[in-house]
């Protein structure tokens, strides 16, 4: 009986010690992943939205209308939505390093040659193809977490990376107001080094990928054989373990009606996003008096320092809490109402409004991902990711091209309060998507309903 309750305590002490070494090795891979990976997404999103810092003098130089601008800002998502499944598909089968790589150099060059467009057809053009560099990147990102992260740490592992929005906006915003002031440097246009500087940055970062990025646990360079097997022994004990009712193939997760709905959330936050970002330093101009520059990039900074906040506290509080749609229901209302009310009020008001609309497009991402992924497993997961992701990003196509068309057919471009209202209606469509989901899953599951 003695013996019994000795080898009992041996392997509980044994458990205990392995949980403590799987705890350091997380905090270990998280460290040397995260900084990294969120560096990247901060070089992506400078180049997909700087154009927003260099909108009135790009266009006022080029001759570039405001129809030309929504459309050529909108069809980066367009082939960028419809590459998210297939890029996310070859990350798997080539790996993250070699893939990941490859991308961040060749969107960097595209981002950079945005410095010698001259107008609607050029400007377009390029657009796409950042469109195309860039498709493989964010789904390949959110599926890496997958593969380096136990569920458990994988919300604040992603809130943690999505702060990368609001730092590429909060640094973004002086950085491109400092660039514009280069404006007649060897008889260049600011907007032209803007372009061309932020896209050499981006090529640098795709050259150190290669030595910061790994394929899987098993052959990271930063850990040890024992520890990256434990690491893979983890996170694979966990995906066949039954907990969490999962798709293990395409076929399954197309089928379940909630991968649909919620492609349709994601959507209606990619428009919040986008609306907001190609015309925030517009509105914020506007509302101060003050042309696109340095004191309209610093006021800019105000809503994404917000969101950086948000970004990091709101994933931990909805993982401490758990009820991740109502909780992504919750923050798409007050978003969607925030911007449908930022048109109406005071200036400083206007600003506090934008503030919870800045938080609530970044911060809900982090939190809504932890929905889709737990309907994934196996081959599934990377496809099934790229395809909530495909359907979702043409909100940002959608974004600005729905902002101009309600701006004109209520008569009211100058202004922007008809855009700034449907976008607002649009998020919370989102919310209320959301909380259906969340009601849903309530009710008893068996293995009809999951499907």
Excluded at 260 to 271: A, G, P
Excluded at 272 to 290: A, D, H, N, R
Excluded at 393 to 411: E, K, Q, S
């Amino acid at each position: 009986m003695a013996e019994t309750n000795v080898s009992t305590k041996r392997q509980e002490t044994t458990k205990e010690d392995k949980r403590a070494e799987l705890t350091r090795i997380i905090s270990k891979t998280a460290r040397h992943l995260v900084p990294f990976l969120l560096l990247m997404y901060v070089m992506a999103f400078f180049d997909r939205s700087n154009i927003s810092y260099a909108q009135q003098s790009y266009m006022a130089d080029t001759g570039l209308t405001a129809q030309g601008y929504a459309l050529g800002s909108g069809m980066f998502f367009v082939i960028y939505a419809f590459l998210g499944t297939p890029a996310n598909l070859m990350l798997r089968k080539v790996g993250a390093r070699k893939w990941l790589t490859i991308l961040t150099i060749v969107w960097g060059i595209v981002g950079a040659s945005m410095a010698f467009t001259n107008g609607t057809s050029s400007f377009i053009i390029v657009r796409v193809l950042l469109g195309v560099a860039e498709a493989g990147f964010f789904p390949g990102a959110i599926y890496l977490t997958t593969i380096f992260f136990p569920k458990k740490q994988q919300d604040q592992i992603r809130g943690l990376f999505y702060m990368g929005v609001p730092i590429a906006m909060v640094i973004g915003a002086p950085l491109s107001g400092l660039l514009l002031q280069m404006h007649g440097l060897l008889g260049k246009p600011g907007w032209f080094w803007m372009f061309l500087i932020e896209g050499i940055l981006a090529i640098f970062v795709g050259f150190a990928a290669w030595y910061c990025l790994d394929d899987s646990p098993r052959v990271a360079r930063y850990l040890t054989r024992d520890e990256g097997e434990l690491l893979s022994q983890a996170i694979e004990e966990e995906a066949n373990s039954g907990e969490v009712k999962t798709e293990s193939s395409m076929s399954g997760a197309i089928k379940s009606w909630r991968v649909w709905v919620l492609s349709i959330v994601y959507f209606m936050i990619q428009i919040g996003v986008y609306g907001i970002t190609f015309y925030l330093p517009t509105q914020v101009s506007g509302l101060i008096g003050k042309k696109v520059g340095m004191t309209v990039s610093l006021v800019s900074m105000i809503p994404w320092a917000c969101a950086l906040l948000g970004t990091w506290l709101l994933p931990k509080i909805s993982s401490k809490y758990g009820h991740h749609p109502q909780f992504v229901a919750l923050i798409l209302l007050v978003t969607g109402l925030a911007i449908a009310l930022s048109p109406f009020v005071p200036p400083v008001l206007a600003i506090v409004c934008l503030c919870f609309a800045a938080t609530g497009v970044v911060a809900s991402q982090p939190i809504f991902w932890r929905m889709p992924t737990e309907l994934f497993t196996g081959a599934a997961l990377a496809g099934g990711i790229g395809m909530v992701n495909m359907v979702g990003n043409f909100g940002g196509f959608f974004a600005p091209n729905l902002r101009v068309w309600f701006d004109t057919l209520f008569g009211t471009l100058g202004s922007g309060k008809a855009g700034l209202v449907a976008l607002g209606s649009f998020v919370l469509v989102g919310a209320l998507l959301s909380w259906i989901v969340g009601l849903s899953e309530r009710k008893p599951k068996n293995k009809a309903t999951s499907k």
